[in-house]
């Protein structure tokens, strides 16, 4: 029997990520080399490709010690200070900031600055050490309060404003969780929500859409081959909520992986990624699907 196996449409790069990478590229093909701070992407065959092109992944130490270079800034956004370095150093950026999270790091510099004016407290919904965290962070002198649960909540002052943001890349239910706890611990502190909370819901739409294609897609098929790296937050998030639709959900990270898996008694796999896994990485995954699923010859 032929088993059906099919890349979900909507997988592959989100656009943010692929700017970033097309960016990449032009600057590769044009001169050879190119320094990017932190991971372009967060995923190992992706980045893996680039650097065959020439692509030199350097941290901040690196990056503090450079002149008269160019350098990538990834779509996560960068802290204010990494700027400052670059025009002292003669570092050319090539800034690959996501427009989306740009736009969120304003919101949140606006929102600070209401807090000075007003009182109260900003309050990002985000991941310990995550990059884009650490930038949207920095957008406060670090005076925000980075909350990743509910037991991070007992940070806040209920009885002030409070400016909650939260990453672009976190779980939408979740964060709505988080803001009606917050909503109402407010209320027990004598205050009202209406008034001092002030909800900005900036999880990004790819992220949202993505949630709500994978939760029909994870259900259409016997099988999942969820294919993303374990350094992607999104990724891990996205196959969390697959395995919770369908218990036959694999994280793939490489061929090898595919290999592990027993093909027997499925009829149909569904295949999807995270917004760093590449489309043509998906690719390759259905084509050694097909061959370990007796569906080719080997
Ligand atoms: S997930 Fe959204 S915000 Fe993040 S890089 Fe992609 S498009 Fe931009």
Redesign the pocket.
């Given at each position: 029997m032929k088993v059906r196996i099919e890349i979900n449409k909507g997988s592959g790069f989100?656009?943010?990520?692929q700017n970033a990478v097309n960016l990449a590229e032009q600057e590769l093909h044009r001169s050879g080399n190119l320094y990017s701070l932190g991971s372009i992407v967060h995923n190992k065959v992706e980045l893996d490709r680039l650097k065959s092109m020439g692509l030199n992944v350097i941290d901040y130490e690196q990056f503090r010690k450079l002149k008269n270079v160019k350098v990538l800034i990834r779509?996560h956004g960068e802290p204010p200070d990494i700027y400052k370095i670059a025009h002292r150093n003669n570092i050319e950026l090539i800034d690959a900031t996501?427009p989306?999270?740009s736009q969120l790091q304003a919101r949140i510099r606006t929102g600070y600055q209401k807090t000075k004016n007003i009182g109260g407290s900003v309050v990002i919904y985000g991941k310990q050490n995550h990059p884009e965290a650490k930038a949207l962070l920095a957008q406060t002198e670090g005076k925000a309060i980075l909350v990743n649960n509910q037991s991070d909540l007992d940070k806040i002052n209920f009885k002030n404003h409070i400016f909650l943001y939260s990453q672009?890349?976190m779980n939408s239910k979740e964060y709505e969780t988080i803001l009606s706890v917050i909503a109402e611990k407010i209320t027990a502190s004598g205050g009202h929500p209406d008034q001092l909370l002030h909800v900005n819901r900036t999880i990004?739409k790819?992220?949202i859409n993505r949630e709500s294609v994978l939760r029909k897609f994870a259900c259409n098929y016997d099988m999942i081959l969820f294919v993303s790296s374990k350094e992607s937050s999104?990724g891990r998030m996205l196959y969390q909520l697959c395995k919770s639709i369908n218990r036959k959900s694999y994280f793939i990270t490489n061929l090898q992986d595919l290999v592990k898996i027993s093909f027997n008694n499925v009829s149909s796999i569904g295949i999807c990624g995270a917004?760093s896994t590449p489309q043509w990485f998906l690719e390759k995954i259905r084509i050694r699907t097909e061959e370990l699923s007796g569906n080719k010859r080997k």
């Open positions: 989100c656009f943010g990520v779509a996501c989306i999270v672009t890349t990004c790819q992220i999104n917004t």
